[in-house]
Every structure is written in C-alpha cells, then in structure tokens.
C-alpha cells in the first residue's frame, strides 16, 4: 500500500489543510493499492503563494542556472525510472514493458529536450530599433490526466522551468503516485523552494482553485473536452492564458498501395497501445473501400494475436484505468453494433478467463460510416473503427468530418501522395508511415485544445513576448 498523504510545497512536504483521503485502485485488481491525500482551495493557495515568492528570482535566473537544474533532475529521474514504472503500472495498469518504455521514456525524453532546446532558445531579439523579448508569463497551474502520467507532467513542468516559470501541479487523482515520485525526483535534483509545488486533488476541488486563482498567471491541461471546457470557464474571470490538449479522434488514411497490409497492422497495433487511451489514437482507419473486406480480415488477425491480462506479466494490454472507464467503453461497443457497425473481433464483456480487473476485449469494427456514434465520439480504449473512401479526396473529408483536431495518420509508400493529404489535414500533428520527433509541436485543432507543448513550440506558451521601442539608436543620418 502506496500512502501520499503530504504534499510538496515551498520545497518541502507538508500536511494538507484538512485530513482527507482518497483511495486509489489498481484496475488490474479492483483492490486499493494506495492512498493519498485530497487538497482543498487553502493548500491551493499555499503552493500558489510559494510559486509567487520564488518567481522573481527565478525568473531572473540565466540559462546555465537553469540548464545545471534540469540536469541534474534528469540525472535522479533516470535513478528513479524503475520506481515510476512500477508505480505507473500499478496506478492506471500500463503493461510492465510500456510502463518502463515509453511511459517513463517520454518523461525521460522531454526533459532531455527541455535542455536542447533552452542553449539556444532566443529569449530576445533585435529587429531594427525595436528589441523583443521572452519573458517567462508567471506562476503556472498544471492539471494532466491519468492516461501517460509523466509524459503529460514532463512535458508541461520541464518547459515551465526551462522558461523561467514557477509551477503547481495537480496531477490526476486517480493515478497520482507516479507525480508523487516525480515531486521526490525535483526535490533531491535540489530545484529551489517553491519553483515547483505538488497538490494532490480532485478537479472540482483542487482544479477549479488553480484555474480561478487570481495569483495563477498560466492554466495548461490535458484532458477531456468537458473538462476544458470548465477549465476556460473558470479561468476567464481572472484573464489568465490558458492552454488545453484535449480529445481525439484521429483518422488514420491508409492508400492502396504494395504496402497495404502492412500498414493496417502497424495502425492495429497503434491504436490498441496503452489500451486504446491515448487521444491522439488512430482510432478511425479509413481504407479504400474495394479492400474493406481485406482491411478487416488483416485487422482481425493483427488484434487476435494480441494478449490481454496482467500488467505485471509480459502481455500487450493490461486493463483500462477503472470501472467508469470499462462501463463506458462497454456502452460504445454495444452502441457500434446497435447501430449497424460490422463487429469483426472483441466485443463487450471481459477477455476469457479474466474475471478480474478492468480488461476490455481488443474489439475492431468494419463497414464503419462517419455519422454513427463509435465514429464520432472519443470511446478511449482498445476500439477501432474501419472506415471505407472511394478516393482520396472523400478521404480526406471523411478524416476532417470531426469535431476534433488533434493527430492525423497517413500510411503510403508513395511519400509524395502522403505528404500532399497530411497537409490537407485539419489536425495539430499528422504522422506520416512512423515518423516521431520529440521537438514537433503537439496540440489540437477544433475542440481538441489550443496551444501547443513539446519541443521549441512548448516553450512560447510558457513566455509574454515584449516589444521594447526605441531599445537602439535610430541610424546616424
């Protein structure tokens, strides 16, 4: 039994305002595995106040300050690696090998980033007699998910620093004891008081303070489209900047080409990572429709070798995050088939022989049409939604017939094919074939967010830009 019951504020741990509790389950188990302590509007305002003390001084830090910071944080975040893995399958039941891998690896790679980026981010330049300068925006509230937990806190907290923010985080609730670890790696790297403050807690409580707090100058969240929506709702009194990655419904436009069957395995394989919950999942496949039935029979074959159970074993997916989550991907699913999506594998119900644990059978459906609701809604598991085009222009808007925007997919030997369609695109960050680049920026269009986070892009967010006329002479003559 993990037990978080302080929280970390002004460079130290300290007991909350008020005694109060929330358990969190291991969705592998259905049993508690952990406890930690719920904040309240008052420690908000204690971390909120600490940021506030420590950001005159840091934000008058130099780089090298900064980048010896961020050093050594990643010296002890690679100490701490294995911890976190541990603890993040336990928390939201990331399988053993994702957990240690990308899980970890991204946090480990944003930071790694974040110091890339920071020797030779221009914090101001000259333009005629006018210097503009990068100034970092403030304190920072930072609210992420429960669904990556240390990529979506690396890659807010590193960019805040590096820029010279103070911050506060308040990770998710449900899976809070990877951030717990996290706060215990920036304290033994020696970050200075109050640079960076934990607060556990739920959203209406805990998220709604940070994002009302006239003392908070910058909101970032990852999460639901709801949510944000009230995250922007209660930040606009106080006029505070605020950045939202929010839901998806990534299309992923396969050609008809020699590589075909590959490509519909590799966009399996993607889509069910993680068990489906990521946002930026390829979650709507769109194939020509000639090859529909090809498309599906490949598709059933790559799903079927999938393995499902215990995360602590070597599996490919371990369950979803918790019961809520299970029963509403179990409503979808039935929805795809009342509405008359072709249910190829999966299906409702647990995998055989899992009686246990939140486990969702890996489930694709073919003869998809974009108006039925598995198309148009974000299910967040392990569902996948065959689409058929008959060229590539109904392709292309069958794919930006959404309401959201954030990841876009194009699988074509033919490179100039794929980049003309990735760039027709409505959506913050389109992959091509397997491409990946920790410094592309990623963030949504439409009501999948606004802003953008990794790499140089990440950084502007964090930083007020300021013209300073009249800064050189005008010329002689």
Sequence with gaps: MRECLEFYIDGGWCKPAEPKTVDVENPATEQVCGKVAVGSPADVDRAVAAARKAFPAWSQTTREERLDVLQRILTEYQKRA?????????????????????????????????????????????????????????????ITPWNWPMNQVAVKVFPALAAGCTTVLKPSEIAPLSAHIFAEILHAAGVPAGVFNLVHGDGPTVGVALASHPDVDMISFTGSTRAGVEIA???????????????????????DDAAFADHVSAGVANMMSNS??????????????????????????????????????????????????FEKIQSLIQKGIDEGARLVTGGTGRPDGLQTGYYVKPTVFADVTNDMTIAREEIFGPVLCILGYDSLEEAVEIANDTDYGLAGYVAATDLDKARALARRLRSGWVVINDGFDFHAGFGGYKRSGNGREWGEPGFHEYLETKSILGYAPAPAG
């Excluded at 090809?294 to 490919?316: F, N, Q, S, W, Y």
Aim: charged content about 20%.
């Design 276 to 325: 489906g919950q990521s946002c930026s999942a390829p979650s709507r496949m769109l194939v020509p429709t000639a090859r529909m039935a090809e498309a599906a029979e490949i598709a059933r074959d790559a799903t079927e070798k999938l393995t499902v159970g215990d995360p602590t074993t070597d599996v490919a997916l371990g369950p979803v995050v918790s019961g809520a989550q």
């Design 233 to 255: 709702r209660n930040a606009a009194p106080t006029v505070k900047r605020v950045t939202q990655e929010l839901g998806g419904k990534g299309p992923n436009i396969i050609l």
């Design 82 to 142: 294995g911890d976190l893995a541990a603890a993040i399958t336990e928390e939201m039941g990331a399988p053993a090998a994702l957990a240690a891998g990308p899980q970890v690896g991204l946090g480990l790679g944003h930071v790694s980033t974040a110091i890339e980026v920071l020797k030779s981010f221009a914090f101001s330049e000259q333009r005629g007699a006018t210097l503009v300068v990068r100034e970092p925006i403030g304190v920072c509230g930072l």
